[in-house]
């Protein structure tokens, strides 16, 4: 899903902008951001997804339809101008890396391959490692991985371990935020606000302003004599979290830190209310929207809009804080949401894996939790006195703010554009 595919969106926007004509291939079911859609460099060709084969076992079905995939996809890439590089994201790996392959040797175009994740330790998730399925995944990305002409990861740990485990060598690109990802002006915040006030209950005011001239949401005020905005008193706190609502993330943790948060609001404890965002699309979402109306908050909002992708980055900068629950299936990847919420200056508290250590500093830019009881406490602490600028909620923020990382662009040009120039 392009729209879905930000990092790949962001590939096509840096070889846009160097003057390289760059054809989109995927499915179109989610909107790619406007800088996309408007650049006269990029085209984008749409696939459509196949639905399932409803007859047979299950893996008849998956083995019908990785078939079908398969014939799609090449039809539709030899129909294309021919290129001189295929890059393409891993996963999803399964028919893609074998097709892009078999098309590269007829074009003679080299392959690229973006190492996000293993597809098969995602569907190991599902039906465990030692199932036949993700053996036969586990080969095949290892053998059309080492066909690659080149290969990019998102951290060092992946880096090493395609190398030692698969003879694959790869070069470092870590995630980084568009230049779009950066602190949303109070003005903006009031407009975003009123304009998700319309569909999205928590973001309305609950109070009338003393001013008839006010234009107020859950947060903010505007004075309509003189166009000043201001955050309202005795304001809930915006938290964040963004999802793909699959195996890899368990929003149970989220909301069972929310219920010790609430119990502690009723017992005396000096805190603000909560309205949580939970962002995104994805297979798990109806089930965990199930559980969220069990829950009888008094204290706590919780939404889970889909946004456009222009205002996802306005709600990252106007958040107070991120919440992470990505949990690696191979231990070696990043999640993206939280580079997107350090480019917006917001501080992050995500859940423990084995090398988040290379994007996330505990107790320097976020707090990093192995469960819902150290959570809530790190919720309780980082909103206690809310929202006086004293404590460690607002130090992380100005060490964010401090640290000035590179950004996608320059990133990318002093990593990936070497190869191209090399190449020419």
């Known amino acids: 899903d392009l729209g879905r595919s930000p990092r790949m969106q962001y590939h096509a926007l840096s070889l846009a902008r160097h003057g390289r004509g760059v054809t989109l291939l995927g499915y179109l079911q989610t909107k790619p951001h406007s800088d996309v859609l408007g650049n006269e460099n990029i085209r984008i060709v749409p696939i459509s997804d196949l639905k399932a084969l409803q007859v047979g076992p299950k893996i008849f079905q998956y083995v019908v339809k990785v078939i079908a995939q398969a014939m799609q996809l090449l039809y539709t890439m030899l129909t294309i101008d021919q290129p001189s590089y295929v890059l393409l994201q891993n996963p999803p790996g399964l028919p893609s890396i074998a097709v892009a392959w078999v098309a590269c040797l007829v074009w003679r175009s080299k392959l690229i391959i973006d190492w996000h994740n293993y597809g098969y330790t995602i569907m190991s998730l599902i039906h465990g ?21 080149y290969n990019f990861c998102v951290t060092n740990a992946m880096k090493d371990h395609l190398w030692e485990k698969c003879n694959i060598k790869a070069v470092t690109l870590y ?40 234009e107020r949401s859950a947060f903010t005020e505007m004075d309509h004599k003189n166009g000043c905005v201001i955050k309202t008193r005795g304001r809930p706190a915006l938290l964040i979290s963004s999802t793909s609502w699959t195996e890899d993330e368990d929003f149970s943790v989220l909301l069972k830190a929310l219920e010790d948060y609430e119990r502690c609001i009723n017992e005396g404890v000096k805190l603000p209310s ?13 089930y965990y929207n199930q559980l969220i109306d069990k829950l009888y908050f008094k ?7 889909w946004l456009e992708a222009e205002d996802y980055p306005l709600l990252l900068g106007s958040a107070d804080l991120g919440v992470c629950l990505h949990k690696s299936s191979s231990g070696l ?19 423990h894996f084995e090398c988040l250590h290379e994007l996330v500093k505990h107790n320097e830019n976020g707090l990093i939790f192995r469960d ?8 309780k602490m980082l909103f206690l006195e809310f929202p006086t600028l004293e404590g460690k909620l607002h130090n992380f923020r100005r060490n964010l703010r401090a640290s000035r ?13 070497p190869l191209f120039r090399q190449n020419e």
Request: hydrophobic share 40%.
């Open 299 to 305: 204290h706590i909002q919780i939404c889970t809009p």
């Open 274 to 286: 909560l309205v949580c965002v939970i962002t995104g699309k994805g297979p798990l979402k109806e």
């Open 405 to 417: 990382q590179l950004r996608w662009d320059e990133s990318w040009d002093q990593t990936v554009l």
């Open 129 to 149: 490692r030692n199932h036949l399925l993700v053996q036969i995944a586990k080969w095949y990305e290892e053998l059309f991985g080492r066909l690659s002409d």
């Open 175 to 214: 995630d980084k935020p568009a230049s779009y990802f950066k602190e949303t002006p109070l003005e903006l915040q009031h407009q975003l606000y009123m304009k998700l006030a319309k569909v999205y209950e928590p973001f309305k005011a609950h109070t009338e302003s003393v001013n008839s001239s006010a």
């Open 333 to 351: 990847d990043l999640p993206m949401k939280v580079v997107d919420m350090f480019g917006c200056c917001l501080p992050v508290c995500a859940i």
């Open 372 to 379: 819902s009881n150290e959570l809530a406490e790190q919720l």
